[in-house]
Structures are given as C-alpha cells and as structure tokens.
C-alpha cells in the first residue's frame, strides 16, 4: 500500500485560476514538507511543516498557501496560477528531528495552459 | 545558503562497470548529507543517508563517506546492472527545514 498518497497524478489548470494539491501520509510522522521539480529548477524545497504548523517558508511567492487540516495531511494552495507554475510538486514526510530521512509521495504533475 | 554541486551527467556505462557520482557541498551549519534515485515518473527514493563525518553509508550495493575535511560524499557501487540506470541526488539539510538538492546526475547502464 502506498505511504504518501498525492492527488491528482496529473492535472492541468488555465492561467489565472486556483487549484489544490492534496497530499495524505500513513507513515506516522509529524513532519511534513513540499517539494517542486521543473526544468528550470530540479528539486526545490518549499514549506515544512511540524506538528501541523509551518516551520520554514522558502516560497517567495503568497500564491502558495499550504494547508494542514488533519496531521497526516498537508495540501497545496496555488491561487493565480502562471504557466511557470508548471512543474511536479512532491510531498515528503519525516520524523520532526534535524536528522530524519524524508520520504516523498509519487508527486502531482501540474500544467499551466 | 547551502549548496550542493554533483557530477554533470549524463554518465553512460556497461553493465558490471563501477559508478562513481562525486558531490560536494557548502553550508556553515553542519550537515546530515542524503543520496536519492529517482526513476521516471516517481518522486525520489532515499537511498541511505550519512550522518556523521567520515562515517559511510550504503544501501543497495551502493556507498558513500562523509568526508567533513573535503566537504563531500561521493556515491559509489562497485559493479552496476541495468536496473541502475536512474537520476542520483545527493542532498543535505543544514540550517534550512526541507532538503538542498543537487542538480541530479542521469546514469545509463546498457547490457
């Protein structure tokens, strides 16, 4: 069974509009993060999340709103969307200490048009 | 910030030849230093990590030592199968919460 679920696998949006990356973790941790991977920019580390609340921020953009309803999830807001918004998001989890390994999910394709 | 620089790929080798992947880093914090594979399609796959200086880690057939002095951690395997061929990142968390990747290395194994 998979360990990181991330919904959708694809999906493809219109400049201008809004869409939410979902991501469910059954791994036990407490520390959750987003990850994006384009050409341009292979593997960039996003938030971190800890016990559900935000720990580090390194988006400098406000159109990308994580959003932790339950401690096993944490989605992606991304509001006003641009076409280079597209990428692959990834969402990791880990075990909230300095040193743990992070896990990713299978990543959510994203096309801007 | 930190940065981590590895081997620019693509590296092409038979099958039953060794792979050597270097990487290097720099941060003023000190480190936890990670190896990743990703296959196409998936998100990537951690491979081992290395916590301490001049401690190894390995997984797979795979190796790498911390080396604090050098500030680098290069991947090795002594013999690759086809079922090697993948990208590789090194990466690292220091001062930041999330991982600081390298630009990935592309290794084709042929038969």
């Known amino acids: 069974d998979p360990k990181i679920i991330q919904k959708p696998k694809y999906l493809v949006a219109v400049t201008g509009s809004e869409k939410i990356l979902i991501c469910e973790q059954y791994?036990?941790?407490?520390?959750m993060y987003w990850y994006r991977q384009s050409a341009k920019k292979p593997l960039e580390f996003m938030f971190s999340?800890?016990?559900?609340?935000?720990?580090d921020n390194q988006t400098a953009s406000s159109r990308f709103q994580p959003q932790s309803s339950k401690k096993n999830h944490l989605d992606l807001q991304i509001t006003a969307l641009k076409p280079d918004d597209s990428a692959t998001y990834f969402c990791?989890?880990?075990?909230?200490?300095?040193?743990?390994?992070?896990?990713f999910g299978p990543g959510t394709r994203l096309t801007v048009l | 910030g930190d940065s981590v620089t590895q081997t620019e790929g693509p590296v092409t080798l038979s099958e039953g030849t060794s792979l050597t992947v270097n990487c290097s880093y720099e941060?003023?914090?000190?480190?936890?230093l990670f190896w990743y594979v990703q296959y196409p399609g998936e998100g990537p796959q951690l491979l081992f990590k290395?916590?301490?200086?001049?401690e190894k880690g390995s997984n797979r057939g795979f190796e790498a030592t911390y080396n604090k002095e050098a500030t680098s951690f290069h991947l090795q395997k002594a013999s690759v199968q086809e079922s090697d061929s993948a990208v590789y990142y090194c990466?690292?968390?220091?001062?930041?919460?999330?991982?600081?990747f390298g630009l990935g290395t592309r290794v084709s194994v042929f038969p």
């Open positions: 990466a690292l968390r220091a001062y930041a919460q999330g991982l600081t």
């Open positions: 999340y800890s016990y559900q609340k935000l720990m």
């Open positions: 791994l036990g941790h407490n520390a």
């Open positions: 990791a989890s880990s075990q909230p200490t300095g040193d743990a390994e992070q896990f």
């Open positions: 941060t003023k914090q000190y480190p936890t």
């Open positions: 290395v916590p301490k200086a001049n």
